[in-house]
Nanobody
């Protein structure tokens, strides 16, 4: 199983980014997926989850700003991040299931 996240970068506060995570070596459609993040000096935080039935859940800190979605035909899960804040700065990771298998992260930096 391999997971690779893409789409990180630097953006000013109020801006948007879309992260993508492509999975290989699995039957993607039968797995829930999740995005986590870890900011410098802080504990890892569960940001968003999406089930096989496309039900979603979000951390309170990102509700209304972030949207998780999936494209089973492309084996890809997305995280659309809008109205970004400096406190969203972190390395973002996608996981198979809720933290079962981890991919490489992608760094998001939000400047004020």
């Amino acid at each position: 199983v391999q997971l690779q996240a893409f789409g990180g970068g630097s953006v000013q506060a109020g801006g948007s980014l879309r992260l993508s995570c492509t999975a290989s070596g699995i039957i993607f459609s039968i797995n829930a997926m999740a995005w986590y993040r870890q900011a410098p000096g802080k504990q890892r935080e569960l940001v968003a989850t999406i089930t096989t039935g496309r039900s979603t859940n979000y951390a309170n800190s990102v509700k209304g700003r972030f949207t998780i979605s999936r494209d089973n035909a492309k084996n890809t899960v997305y995280l659309q991040m809008n109205s970004l804040k400096p406190e969203d700065t972190a390395v973002y990771y996608c996981t198979l299931g809720i933290g079962n298998v981890w991919g490489r992260g992608t760094l998001v930096t939000v400047s004020s």
